[in-house]
């Protein structure tokens, strides 16, 4: 429990610092984590017996990342082009293999990167929402502080007082008191931040925290029922105490394209 603890405050104040350092940090810092989080997938369906594209998956992975949050500080499109070349690679690269299921190589090589890198993509772009190239850290540090609350909450409440399960054929420990309870404090969480980030007013923070604990939980589900298809119990050991990389933002990887389409529409 100590050492869960450690990893978790020295994992929260690293997570902190990269929306506090500025733009490069931040953006750089993502591109990281989302190559890590890419590379732990594939680490992990290979336990399952597949062989995905794994450097010319995380090669795409880095560019794709690259090109998208390049264009947050300027006009970059025009190079995405290159990406449905760089693509066409992975399936090239079964050509040359001997694989009993070869496209079942290619086909989680794309999941890897729409499950682990494409999710960052929205997460990033949080911080540009407004439209003006103005980096902004206030939504995906607000992001985080409603996905911890949530996560906190559940956790809190469902031990306490959970006795109905959520969702016992995937997650056996979630309860229906505990996701309520999650729902109810990142909402409080919300009401704070907006109290501070006055970007958006207290509804539109409220319903980004209502997306994050229903899409966050959901994120949660579905990467426990991927790591049950595989028969495996943590995505990965790099945080002593917590899992893998994939433990930890599974919450963000469904939330955070759902939250930035919402701030989107709101914003234009």
Known sequence: MKQRAITGLFFIIVMIGSNLLGPYVFSVFYLLLSLFCLLEFYKLVKQGGIQPERFTGALAGVIMFFFFAANCYFPAYKYIILLPILFSFIPIGELYKKSAAPFTNIGF?????????????????????????????????????????????????????????????????????????????????????????????CFDWIIMSLIISNFGTMGDLVESMFKRSLNVKDSGGILPGHGGLLDRFDGLLMAAPIVYAYLYLISN
């Open 109 to 201: 090589t794309y999941l890897g990167l729409l499950m682990a890198v494409v999710p960052f993509l929205f997460f990033h772009a949080m911080a540009f929402t407004r439209g003006d190239g103005v980096f902004n850290f206030h939504i995906p540090l607000g992001f985080l502080i409603m996905l911890w609350s949530n996560d906190t909450g559940a956790y809190l409440v469902g031990s306490k007082f959970g006795r109905n399960k959520l969702f016992e054929r995937h997650s056996p420990k979630k309860s229906w008191e505990g996701f309520i309870g999650g729902i109810l404090i990142c909402a409080f969480a919300a009401y704070i931040l907006s109290r501070f980030y006055t970007e958006y007013n």
